[in-house]
């Protein structure tokens, strides 16, 4: 199967580095992996770009990597620096329309600052949505302050991608002791599904029928839950009852990537939890490998039709690429 769209590919900007304080970066990543993630995520022509081509991938939307905009403490600088790397992301895409899109960066410790750069990527620079990693500053996507940005991604028909972010809004005492529990291994896909959890339970879907949230990973351990969700909730007095059941929000608003799902089992039950339309293909390049993520979509037992509505077809129908 060729042509698949990968939703889920990091990217850096060096001068990004001397415009914000240093961020601290996880200290147990064998030196290895840290050589070769560090020297692929700024470059396209060198090794994205035919890394693309051996394995047909038709196109990357990217956006840029952890840590992103909203580890800056502040707002003035955060509203700077993602203007800086949107136009640095519109310029690779301008480059190469046929082969990039993008997910936009935004300043969301100045939520009225991240409605316009909202608007002005995606009328003006042409970005398919926005990314954001997890937390900003300890807030949450489900905050009175940010309904604004859920109005206009609804009212403009653009995603909002959420993926984890670092460092994290706090320190879990399960943690302690074993360090590789804390980032990709487990506790990032933990804290963002709580994120997605609060945003869902808000009633943001009931106010915003018409946005849509993606969560890559899977869905960040969230699929496999829904009939516990339904149950568990329907004993409770929640203080602002949603219009319907947890899980009938779940492929319809929130919609999974198959990023850093390398078992074709896997991506068959979550399609079969959330139907084919609500999944859609992603590597995350360059922490994961292109070969192997096309492998697993390819080795499932899914009707073609179904591989093919994954591989590119979402993307293409809800992306309007």
Same mark, same amino acid.
């Given at each position: ?8 590919? $990091?990217? =850096? +900007?060096?001068?990004?580095? %001397? ?6 970066? #996880?200290?147990?990543? !064998? &030196? ?110 489900? $905050?009175? =302050? +940010?309904?604004?940005?859920? %109005? ?6 653009? #995603?909002?991608?959420? !993926? &984890? ?110 139907? $084919?339309? =609500? ?43």
């Amino acid at each position: 199967m060729n042509g698949y769209i990968a939703l889920e590919e $990091a990217i =850096a +900007f060096p001068g990004l580095a %001397s415009r914000r304080p240093p961020m601290p970066y #996880p200290d147990n990543i !064998h &030196p290895d992996f840290v050589e070769h993630v560090l020297a692929r995520l700024p470059d396209v022509a060198e090794f994205r770009l035919p890394d693309m081509d051996a394995n047909g991938v038709a196109m990357q939307v990217l956006s840029l990597t952890v840590p992103g905009i909203e580890t800056d403490p502040d707002p003035q600088r955060a509203v700077a620096n993602a203007r800086f790397v949107n136009d640095s992301l519109a310029t690779i895409v301008d480059s190469h329309p046929t082969r990039f899109a993008a997910f936009a960066a935004l300043p969301f410790q100045d939520p009225d600052a991240a409605v316009d750069e909202l608007r002005r990527t995606v009328g003006r620079l042409g970005f398919k949505g926005v990314l954001v990693n997890d937390h900003i500053q300890g807030e949450y996507l489900d $905050a009175p =302050a +940010f309904d604004q940005v859920w %109005s206009t991604l609804a009212e403009l028909d653009v #995603p909002l991608y959420l !993926h &984890p972010g670092m460092p994290p809004a706090d320190r879990w005492h399960v943690l302690n002791g074993h360090p590789e529990l804390d980032g990709a291994l487990w506790s990032w896909q933990a804290t963002t599904g709580g994120h997605a959890m609060r945003i869902l339970m808000s009633g943001v879907f009931d106010r915003h029928p018409a946005a849509r949230m993606i969560l890559g990973h899977g869905g960040e351990f969230l699929p496999f839950q829904l009939s516990r969700f339904d149950s568990r909730y329907a004993t409770l007095t929640a203080p602002n009852p949603l219009l319907r059941k947890p899980s009938e929000y779940f492929g319809t608003n929130v919609l999974a990537t198959t990023s850093g799902i390398l078992a074709p089992a896997a991506i068959e039950a979550l399609v079969h939890v959330i139907g $084919a339309d =609500a999944v859609l293909f992603a590597i995350d390049y360059p922490y994961e490998q292109t070969d192997r993520a096309i492998a697993a979509l390819d080795r499932t037992a899914l009707p073609d039709g179904d591989k093919q509505k994954i591989a590119f077809g979402n993307a293409r129908r809800l992306l309007r690429l």
